[in-house]
Each structure stands twice: as structure tokens, then as C-alpha cells.
């Protein structure tokens, strides 16, 4: 019985122990959404974000960031706003 039951779950812990941890994941995250991964470590990520919530819901919000922040570049920005941040980074003293 125990026997028959590790032949069972031997390939899931294979399956498992041949999937990245969050950390990993997290490590590699621009590269995957850069799309500069090898073919086989994307194929980890993604075997690790189906059944991993919290690095899909990560992932998800990054994708959004990456998306406004283009959105951002691509649109005029309101002159209004520069200013304000200029003088925000002037008060700063980050910007002379
Ligand atoms: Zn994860």
C-alpha cells in the first residue's frame, strides 16, 4: 500500500521539485515579460504561475505598471504635471 502510494505521487514531487519557487520566479520576472528567456525557463514560469496565485496576481500587476508607464511615454504628458514634479525634485534638491 505505502509502496503503491509513493509510485503515485513520484512523479508530482518530480513535477514539483522541477518547478521554480516564488523567489526564483520574481527573479526572472522582467526577463519573462521581456521575453529574453530561454524556452525552457519560460516553460517553468509558466508551469509555476498555474498553480501559484500570488505570483500570478504579481505578474498581472506588473504587467499593468509596464502598460501605464507606456501608455504614459506615448501620450502627451500634461505640461502642468512636469512642472509640478520639477519643482517638487527642485525642492528636493534632486534637480538644480
Ligand atoms: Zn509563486
Redesign the pocket.
Known amino acids: 500500500m505505502k509502496k503503491h502510494l509513493m509510485r503515485m505521487a513520484a512523479p508530482m514531487i518530480r513535477r514539483l521539485m522541477g518547478t521554480p519557487?516564488?523567489q526564483e520566479?520574481?527573479s526572472f520576472l522582467m526577463d519573462y515579460v521581456d521575453e529574453t528567456l530561454d524556452a525552457e525557463t519560460s516553460e517553468r514560469y509558466r508551469k509555476?504561475?498555474g498553480r501559484?496565485g500570488?505570483?500570478t496576481s504579481?505578474l498581472e500587476q506588473y504587467q499593468d505598471t509596464i502598460k501605464l508607464a507606456r501608455e504614459c511615454r506615448d501620450s502627451e504628458l500634461p505640461s502642468d504635471l512636469v512642472e509640478h514634479t520639477l519643482a517638487f525634485l527642485k525642492d528636493r534638491g534632486v534637480t538644480s
Open positions: 519557487s516564488c520566479v520574481n509555476h504561475l501559484c500570488t505570483c504579481y
